[in-house]
């Protein structure tokens, strides 16, 4: 096992080109996550992806034949409840632009919704988004209410192509009101942030992996955390030689945590 797993408490993990790509799994998922209860360490999972519900992310980790409860899975959406919570710790209303699910998430940190005398603007991926909707965030945002997104992908992968993403609406916001947004996913350190917290760990217990430098990487990195970059996704070797700081580990495949390195 890598020695750096011996401080490890808790890993808190990308999916997409880590775990998978698309529908086909990157290693023995059930393996990988019974040599992580073995050894002892607690296993998250985060993404910026508000698009499925923790839900759906449990039932596509079934397809794969494994079974994650409900809080192991960090989204946007929550990175967005706790960073809102960080700032107004009493709650409040927000005006949101943006899914039910992301609605429901900032209703569980004490956010409910508003169209009247909001405390912030909350924005995220709409699919139901109207000239209307994105008027009334603009002038909120316009007279001065705080202004948070939950994540800046400017797109999402599907079959047919790229797809818009948040991003794509995040920008539309931002180019409408001239402000820029206080964004809660990855590369900020939000989402690892809000895991720690449910863990009830310190940052340098913890252990980030994933195959984003800009994102995964740099956004553990600004947690504090330990991070690891796998090269089963984005990021290759070619990459690193211009990536500062460099992650603490780098993995062909995320099973190779596990291989004895110990000497
Ligand atoms: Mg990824």
């Known amino acids: 096992m890598n020695t750096i797993l011996n401080e490890t408490k808790a890993v808190i993990l990308d999916m997409d080109g880590v775990l998978w790509k698309s529908n086909q799994p990157l290693c023995d998922l059930k393996l990988l996550f019974q040599s992580f209860t073995e050894h002892h360490i607690q296993y998250l999972f985060a993404t910026n992806n508000a698009l499925r519900t923790v839900n759906q992310y449990i039932e596509k980790f079934h397809t794969f034949g494994v079974t994650v409860e409900e809080w192991q899975i960090l989204t946007s959406s929550i990175a967005t409840g706790y960073l809102l919570a960080k700032d107004f710790p009493n709650g409040g209303a927000v005006h949101i632009m943006g899914s039910k699910a992301l609605e429901a998430t900032l209703l569980e940190y004490n956010f409910t919704s508003t169209d009247e005398n909001p405390i912030a603007v909350v924005g995220g991926l709409d699919m139901d988004v109207s000239y209307e909707r994105i008027a009334k965030a603009s002038l909120f945002i316009q007279a001065g ?67 984003r430098l800009e994102t995964d990487i740099l956004g553990g990195f600004r947690a504090g955390c330990k991070t690891a970059l796998v090269l089963t996704g984005v990021a290759s070797r070619e990459d690193l030689k211009t990536w500062k700081p460099s992650p603490d580990l780098v993995l062909d495949n995320i099973i190779n945590l596990f291989d004895d390195t110990d000497g």
């Open 145 to 211: 209410i705080p202004f948070y997104f939950t994540n800046p992908d400017a797109t999402y992968p599907t079959p047919q192509g790229f797809l818009p993403g948040a991003g794509t609406f995040l920008a539309t916001l931002e180019t409408a009101s001239g402000v820029r947004a206080k964004i809660a996913g990855k590369p900020q350190p939000f989402v690892f942030e809000a895991g720690l917290q449910r863990l009830g760990i310190k940052a340098c217990e913890a252990l980030v992996v994933g195959d």
